[in-house]
């Protein structure tokens, strides 16, 4: 077995450590301030949090799962007119943030707030990440095996619940818990829409009174959340099974005079979840007053400088520990990789609080740096990067590799003279991913940003602050443009699922 | 009275025809295979047949009650016929013995447990019950997928190219047991296939299917014997076809002249279709044709022959195959086909 490159290890290493700084941070404040923080969750306010926190994230869960579930078993599965259409209409607010979704409704309606306005916006948002996985499993779920169960007696609906449903099953409830997790650790448009759930509440604890004790606390009843839902995910999925060659036509359900009914309820879905927002940004940004567009230039120019920087620092890290973890693994490797993965669910205000104390307490030198800001970045967005940049490099066969190696070439010269020019194209998109990702966060960036940043995300949400909604109108729809549509083009997923349903 | 009775189908996607005028009948207990190319309109009749699709003319009836016709398209649950589709299709999330027993909701669950043990014997795989779809092999699947089919006694079963994914002799040893678990079962069973050989050692009957059409309804050994036209020749085996011209009741060829097996009009001119295993290669040094390639299988071989006028292609015996280069002469055993030209 050949060494891995030292570079790979050495970045490798220092990215499984600054991973592992949030669950440290959570470690020491459990042990340190243990009775300041049950004191902390003793009081009634904890409870409401809780209850608000819970109500949200189940009600969201059920309502994205409702959505995605019927959209998806519309475009794929039956007649639809236009179905591609209302597929990528399905996938749209992928593009948009979703506080940039809450600003939309905001914006034309002042009393858009509350928790029935968070349940509205935080659902319309997530329902394409059930969508996607929904409509992948019923596309590779067998259509053959639902005309048998015709033929042995079952009527349509009893063919969805005992066939249909059981094959797509464990796809739900992974989509569903990413809607869960996503729920639980939403900031931007939860604090936009004046609902209180733990997030908000821990950033403005911090924020308003610098109470990092209460901060924490409630920080570590959010992390226990986080990880109940993930137990229940791996309790309740089901088996994965690999369903078998889908062959055959897939013949689509007609659905009679309901297509036009059908038709007309996912376009109704598609005004609000991306219609309605987007016509009233464009309103006010068209109609704004005074507007200073070199002040918008300064905030894209500025925004994407440190997105790109961001995207090159989580690349190479990502890149180190693919490359180390895929072609020459050990023990070693996969421990690191796995560390990397330990922030993944640690919601983005948790980790920007570890982040503070460690920048203020520790080092010092990069409190309120930049530096501080892209080690955060680090952290949120490694996990997913990984799978993106680590993915073009695993599908390149080994037998190539071999090829290389036979012809001449060092393992090492094989890896950067044939593998990683093959994986490029995808790990440079996997980049891109990871830059438009950090383009459109908000907590973690206004906690850990030096006072003279200003991007595009923490203007809005300053102006928000001062419930001047029309004026950030445009900071959103620069947001919609330069990262939403980007991502949702680079979407592999998504890509996919629109050629096949077209 | 049949038990199925296809009366006059026609069914159009958009503005092509896609069968035409169809009209079948199956008496209970037999087992009926449509041969056709794909294409020909197969998997449709078959839709047709087990209610996923509507006629566009015409009828069908199961055991005397009107299934389909163009008023009414009965539902497929409502019709007790048993489906077997192409990739068998198990439900991928239930094992065996579920699979088998989930058409029989109606029993009791003693009674379900008996018959889904009872079709596992039928196929031979009592200690299967429990394996998931995704650990048995390719031909396993299918017996499952069949005895899933046949549990809740359905009046008539629809195999739908069920050994197509398998390998040549997984293929017929299969067919033999398909066939042996009909039997036992005492099932009716529509088979569409593309098949010949298939279709000629598995059928009571065959239903030729071509172009959206029955061009001809038969015995396996009629089918085979009697084509009714020189396509079903050539789909059904290797057959030469040479010009011939009636002649005193003889057909004159360039193979010198033949009788035929159908009524031939004094004069007519046509071709005649000519089986490869009904030449006899005779060795001989000064005969007139010469052997030109062989390809050899074993139990026979297929040599190719440069006569005088053609090239045809033999079937011979493996042993006794000439060798190329070898002289000899052509002789036709037996009465051919013969085919007009309109």
Known sequence: MKRPPIAAVALGLLAALAS??????????????????????????????????????????????????????????????????????????????????????LSVFPSFSGFWAAWFTLSLATSPYVFLALSAALISSNFAAEEVARSLGKNRWQVIQSVTWPQVRPAAFASVLLVALYTLSEFGAIAILRFDTFTRAIYNAYRGSFDRTSAAALALVLVALTLVVIYFERRYRGDRWQAPTAAGRKRRIDLGRARILAAFGLGIIGLFGAGVPLVSLIGWSVNQTGFDLLRLGELVASSLAVAIAAGVVIGIFALAISVWNLRYSSRLSGAVDLTAWAAHALPAVVVAL????????????????????LLGYLILFLPNALGLVGTPIALVPRSIEEVARSQGLSKNAALTKVVLPIALPGILAGVALASLTVLKELPATLLLRPNELDTLATELWQATEVLAYSQAAPYALALIIIAGVPALALNAQARKLISEVS | MPLLEINDVSVSFGDTEVLSGITLELESKQLLAVLGASGAGKSTLMRLIAGFDSVGAGSIVLDGETLSDTSKTVAPEKRSIGI?????????????????????????????????????RLIRMEEFASRMPQELSGGQVQRVALARALAPKPKLVLLDEPFSALDAELRGQLREEVRQVLRAEGATAVLVTHD?????????????????????????SEIYNSPADVGIATFLGESVLVDGKVSGGKILTDLGSLSALNNVAEGATGVVAIRSENFYLQPNPTGDSEVVGRVFFGHDALVEVQTPKLRIRARSNGPFAPEVGMRVTVWVRGAVNFYPSS
């Open chain 1, 20 to 105: 592992l700084i949030p669950i440290g941070y959570l470690l020491l404040r459990l042990f340190e301030g243990f009775e300041a923080a049950l004191a902390e969750l003793a009081r009634a306010r904890t409870l409401e949090l809780l209850l608000n926190t819970i109500g949200l994230t189940v009600s969201v869960s059920l309502t994205a799962l409702a959505i995605g579930a019927v959209q998806a078993w519309l475009t794929v599965r039956t007649n639809l007119p236009l179905a591609p259409v209302f597929a990528v209409l399905a996938t749209l607010p992928l593009a948009i943030p979703s506080y940039v979704l809450a600003l939309g409704y």
């Open chain 1, 354 to 373: 570890a982040l503070v104390y460690f920048g203020a307490n520790l080092v010092p030198g990069i409190y309120q740096s930049i530096w501080l800001l």
């Open chain 2, 84 to 120: 077997v589709p192409q990739d068998s299709a198990l439900f991928p999330h239930l094992n065996v013995g579920q699979n088998i027993g989930f058409g029989l909701s109606a029993l009791s669950k003693e009674a379900k447990a008996e018959r889904v043990r009872e079709l596992l």
């Open chain 2, 196 to 220: 010949q050989e298939e279709a000629l050692s598995l059928a009571d009957r065959v239903a030729v299917l071509r172009e959206g059409k029955i061009i001809q309804v038969g015995s396996p």
